[in-house]
């Protein structure tokens, strides 16, 4: 019995697991550590919207091959965390969610999807919110909720992208984060956080603010306040600087935020290739104090031209100048420094829901929220039937990488792997130290494109405008037989 209790001890803690981090006031906190964490993230929806096609049981998490090749990617960028836009609950996710554990990333998901009833409209939004679009949210939630290394669920993405769209959605998103919160709080484990990506639309954004992080009983318990703000900004292009960029009045407006606030899509494209500069802003003294860091648009080279890694079907995958320039910014900072900072001794109270908050004419005011549609719930109360398995973290016995890829001058990139990290260790620069060539040069912009759109199935413009201004791996603790000693 006790040989067999030891053997058990030791599968349940073979494979390492990021620890899940916290939501403390306006920082993403490490229980364990104590100290803030920055997102240092990627865009991630290979093959673009049409990397999710339910008919075909594909999303970017089903693939552990395509996994661990982009894992290997990225890990040797330094990103810590990616966001995946839409992703099919009904798969077995276990294997690329282990692989991008392993490597010391975390996920930010978003529960919407570009198919017909998978996600709230711009337009007539009322006609969107029903029972079977929350029951495939709250799959979602279901599917990735135990998995150690979901930080944090979307609710909505620039479902607000113009001011015609203010009169009656920003209510129904708040909705929504109040239904996935609710359906979170009355599951068995632990609290993720839920919240909003923004587009920056500078005219409407401080009201889209201001009603999405409001307390309508003036407490941080209210359960439609979004735990989190995101926003999706290219107003940083080129060589800019901290003021000509507008960052400036970013961080000035969001200084007093209650709750994190980060880029969940940054990268402006024109000029191109990309330069990153905004990077030592975001991760520096500028920004850091009030940001919770950022994710770059985007990972794999679609029609819009923000990609990093060029693929194709049959082909190899050949990195593209953007990614070495995003490389050698990130290799710029004090990650450990970065990493290390303490979250502030006190924060900013939320403020209670009034209409004195709303400034534009026309921005919906009125903070009376739309109740759960027939059959909600039920579903918030008891669980969704048919709900799909819930994903766990499995042991990997092979870390390398099964498909070519190409530095941007054509030769291949020989020996690449995922570096399996030790428990709660997160990615940085130098984790993986896979040997690139240096890789600047008009080559990297080469090659067949893709054929899809944008990760979140948007068209981005080709310029600044197109959002408004400007591991887990087997970590043996120790052999059977020394367990057995101990016995």
């Not at 001890?9 to 073979?14: E, P």
């Not at 042991?395 to 792997?417: M, S």
């Not at 984790?431 to 899809?452: H, I, R, V």
Request: proline share 6%.
């Amino acid at each position: 019995m006790l040989m067999q209790s030891a053997l058990l001890a030791l599968g349940a803690t073979a494979v390492a697991a990021l620890q899940p981090l916290e939501v403390k006031g306006q920082d993403f906190v490490n229980p364990k550590t104590g100290n803030r964490f920055q997102i240092v993230g990627m865009a991630y929806q290979p093959g673009g919207s049409a990397g999710y096609d339910p008919k075909k049981k594909r999303d970017p998490l089903s693939d552990p091959d395509v996994c661990m090749r982009d894992a290997a990617l990225l890990q040797i960028l330094g990103v810590n965390a990616i966001r995946v836009y839409n992703l099919n609950p009904d798969l077995n996710h276990d294997e690329c969610v282990s692989i991008f554990n392993a490597a010391g990333m975390y996920m930010l998901l978003d529960v919407n999807s570009p198919m017909p009833g998978e996600a709230l409209t711009s337009f007539e939004v009322y006609k969107s919110y029903y029972a079977s679009y929350l029951n495939r949210t709250f799959a979602v939630v279901e599917a990735f909720k135990d998995y150690p290394n979901t930080l944090a669920f979307f609710s909505g993405n620039e479902v607000i992208d113009k001011e015609e769209t203010t009169e009656f959605v920003p209510s129904y998103v708040r909705a929504v984060t109040r239904d996935l919160k609710n359906y979170i709080k009355n599951r068995p484990g632990r609290k993720i956080p839920v919240g909003y990506s923004a587009a920056d639309v500078r005219e409407v954004l401080w009201d889209s603010f201001n009603y999405f992080t409001c307390s309508l009983q003036g407490d941080k318990d209210d359960m439609s306040m979004g735990d989190l703000f995101a926003l999706n900004s290219y107003s940083w292009c080129g060589d800019s600087s901290f003021t000509e960029s507008s960052f400036d009045k970013l961080v000035e407006g969001f200084e007093n935020t209650p709750v994190p606030v980060f880029f969940s899509e940054f990268g402006c494209n024109t000029p191109s290739p990309r330069i990153f500069t905004e990077i030592g802003s975001i991760y520096g003294p500028d920004m850091y104090d009030v940001f919770a860091g950022g994710i770059v648009y985007e990972y794999t080279q679609e029609p819009n031209n923000y990609g990093l890694v060029n693929m194709t079907e049959e082909g190899p995958a050949t990195l593209m100048s953007d990614f070495y320039s995003l490389r050698d910014q990130y290799a710029k900072l004090d990650f450990k420094k970065l990493q290390s900072l303490k979250p502030k001794s006190s924060t900013p109270k939320p403020v209670s829901c009034s209409p004195k908050l709303i400034t534009v004419d026309g921005f919906q005011n009125n903070f009376t929220l739309p109740v759960p549609p027939p059959g909600a719930q039920e579903m918030i109360d008891n669980g969704i039937e048919n709900k799909p398995k819930a994903g766990k973290l499995v042991e990997i016995k092979d870390w390398k990488v099964k498909y070519e890829v190409r530095n941007a001058d054509g030769t291949v990139i020989k020996d690449l792997a995922v570096k399996p990290l030790a428990d709660d260790e997160v990615n940085a620069p130098g984790s993986n130290t896979a040997n690139l060539s240096a890789g600047s040069g008009s080559s990297g912009s080469s090659g067949s494109q893709g054929s899809t759109n944008g990760g979140d199935g948007d068209d981005k413009e080709n310029s600044a405008a197109g959002h408004g201004v400007g591991g887990g791996v087997l970590a043996l603790v120790m052999g059977v037989a020394a367990l057995v000693a101990a016995f």
